[in-house]
Structure formats: structure tokens, C-alpha cells
């Protein structure tokens, strides 16, 4: 049997799955995601990131193994004998598994195993923080673009993507794991061109019972990370959107409900 025929059987027997479980309102995983993980025969999740309430929607039977103490080859071993067994697999991520979720690395290795990584979307921590906020990131004429990204740590950033070169689009920024790296945060985003009044929303454990949403200035960002004790499971907002209703600039209306304005759907009234 070649060894492309040999790949088809294989991923037609060992469906395996790449979910994203959401922020961590267990409410908040697709319908899609959750019934998978209902039916799953093993589950890989994401240890501390996915609160028990969204275990529990797996099988009680269901055979488990936290991510957070493996390593790649470690996860994809799991997988592969599992799903060469023709065992419903599940890999539990946090929010999105397509943002910061190291997904890439998982589907080539899986792949170089005859085993296809199906994604199911979720909800990301980006989104659920801005409905946390009750604040829309895109404004017109004061928003129309979101930077999702994260500061560089351990893990360098590519040059062109630096937060000083980032900065000078005075866009809404998303900064994903880097609540431990606010001081350089602070400072390559002044430097980068925001004013220090520049708005920030701090939303630490966004969805889960202990969530905290902190607010404060550019200039602010280091001495409350710092107050407020917030090292991790955080999301920081950049930018002139994050700025409470009634304290920033007035935006205009969008054109697609202006009764002004035509299109597709309907004529202009006025």
C-alpha cells in the first residue's frame, strides 16, 4: 500500500480535532466544539487555561492528559496512538487556537504522521474582553484597525514587528502574553509615538468567576500591573477605542445605518 493511500485510511479512522474552548465562560465554546468534546474518547487540553466546568463536558470515561506538563513530541505521541486506535481525539486549546496557540507546530508534526488536524474556532480573549468593556475596538474615524500581538520575551519578536514600529499606527493594540512585561510594554509604546493619556484596559482572567477588568493611562501601565499584582492570563488594550463613553472624542455613525447613506439593501431616506 503507498504511502499516500496509507495517510487517507489513517486520517478517515482518527478524526482528531483542534478546539478551541473559548476565554473560559464555559458557555462561551462553540456548539460545534462542545458536542465533539462530549463524544471524545481522549482529550489533550490546555492544563490551567481551561476551567474544569469545560472538562466536565467530556465523557466521564474520557482518558486526559494535561498539556501544560508536555512537551510537543510528548502531546503528539498521545495523539497519534490514540487516534491510530481509531479514538475520537480532542485537542482542548484556550480562546482561539489559531491566535497564540501554537497550532502550526502541532499540524505539521501530526501531519508527518498521517493525521489531520481539523480546527473548530472559538471565541478569543480579544473579543470577549472588549464585550467585558461593553466597548467596540473599531470607532469610525477613530479606529478601523486592531494589532494583536505580544511583547518580546523569551520569545523574540521579527524586527519589523517591534512594538516601537507597531506603535506609529496609533491603532487599537492587543497585547497577548505580556502582562509580565509592562515596563517594557510602557515604554516601547511611548516611545513608539502614543501620548502617555493614551487609554489602556487591563482584562486579567477576562469570563472566569475572578475576572478583573483595570483601567489607567499609558503612562500608568507598569505601577498597576504591578499594584494590582497581574502577571498573567491577561490581555492589555491600546488605544483611543478603549477610552470609556463619554470621556473620548465624538466618532461619526456608521455609514451602513446613516439614513443618509445608500446601498445594496436600501435607498437613502434624507
Not at 238 to 248: C, I, K
Amino acid at each position: 500500500m503507498n504511502s499516500n493511500r496509507k495517510s487517507k485510511i489513517e486520517n478517515l479512522k482518527s478524526p482528531v480535532y483542534l478546539v478551541g474552548a473559548g476565554p473560559g465562560d464555559p458557555e462561551l465554546i462553540t456548539l460545534r466544539g462542545r458536542r465533539l468534546l462530549s463524544e471524545a474518547d481522549v482529550v489533550v487540553y490546555a492544563g490551567s487555561l481551561i476551567p474544569p466546568a469545560v472538562l466536565d463536558m467530556a465523557p466521564a470515561d474520557a482518558e486526559k492528559h494535561d498539556s501544560a506538563k508536555m512537551t510537543l513530541e510528548q502531546i503528539v505521541e498521545v495523539i497519534a496512538k490514540a487516534a491510530r486506535a481509531g479514538k475520537r481525539v480532542v485537542r482542548l486549546a484556550s480562546g482561539d487556537p489559531t491566535i497564540f496557540g501554537a497550532s502550526a507546530e502541532q499540524s505539521e508534526a501530526l501531519a508527518k504522521e498521517g493525521i489531520r488536524l481539523e480546527t473548530v474556532p472559538g471565541v478569543s480573549s480579544v473579543t470577549a474582553a472588549a464585550a467585558a468593556l461593553g466597548q467596540e475596538l473599531t470607532l469610525p474615524e477613530i479606529c478601523q484597525t486592531i494589532i494583536l500581538t505580544r511583547a518580546a520575551g523569551r520569545t523574540p519578536m521579527p524586527e519589523n514587528e517591534q512594538l516601537r514600529e507597531l506603535a506609529r499606527h496609533r491603532a487599537v493594540i492587543a497585547l497577548f502574553l505580556s502582562a509580565a512585561l509592562g515596563k517594557d510594554v510602557q515604554r516601547d509604546l511611548l516611545e513608539g509615538g502614543y501620548p502617555p493619556e493614551t487609554p489602556v484596559a487591563i482584562a486579567a482572567r477576562v469570563t472566569w468567576p475572578d475576572e478583573r477588568i483595570v483601567r489607567c493611562k499609558l503612562d500608568e501601565l507598569e505601577e498597576t500591573l504591578r499594584r494590582e499584582k497581574i502577571t498573567k492570563t491577561a490581555l492589555i488594550l491600546v488605544g483611543e477605542a478603549v477610552r470609556e463613553r463619554g470621556h473620548r472624542a465624538k466618532h461619526t455613525r456608521s455609514k451602513l445605518y446613516d439614513p443618509a447613506f445608500s446601498h445594496g439593501y436600501r435607498k437613502a431616506s434624507v
